[in-house]
């Protein structure tokens, strides 16, 4: 498996996905699983330690999957908090890129790798409950 840095862009977008989602009062449920693990993001402070803790759990995810100099190969990046408006299938995409740069070795078993996994979960099943086949489909 090839990891890779995560991407400013990206890691932006996955933190304004879910501060959108964090404020949505239509479906509490993305929020539970931000305060369980320790994300209430009610201001810009825990939004960037939000990007510093997902920025340091993929670089557990490179240290796992390469060595020491092969590391030198990233670039030594300070990553800079940008608000920007997501939607859903762009933040599920979003998590999946991320969550797939992260999955070496011990870095998939921590909190936040943990809970970006179950809220891609909740967001595709969302997604999935809000199409027209959906709704239109037989039950049982």
């Keep these: 498996m090839s990891v890779l840095m995560g991407s ?3 890691i932006n977008r996955i933190i304004s996905g879910l501060t959108m989602c964090f404020y949505d009062p239509s479906d509490t449920t993305i929020k539970r699983e931000l305060i369980a693990s320790g994300y209430e993001l009610y201001d810009t402070a825990m939004e960037e330690k939000l990007l510093e803790d997902m920025v340091i759990l993929n670089k557990m995810a490179l240290l796992n999957a390469y060595t020491g100099k ?3 190969m990233f670039p030594r990046h300070k990553y800079k908090r940008i608000s920007q408006p997501v939607i859903d299938v762009q933040l599920i995409k979003s998590l999946e890129c991320y969550l797939y740069q ?3 070795g011990i870095s998939n078993k921590k909190i936040l790798y943990r809970m970006l996994v179950r809220i891609t979960g909740i967001l595709m099943s969302n997604s999935i409950h809000k199409t027209q086949v959906y709704v239109d489909a ?3």
């Design 102 to 104: 992260c999955c070496e």
């Design 138 to 140: 037989e039950w049982g």
């Design 8 to 10: 400013e862009k990206t």
């Design 70 to 72: 092969a590391l030198a």
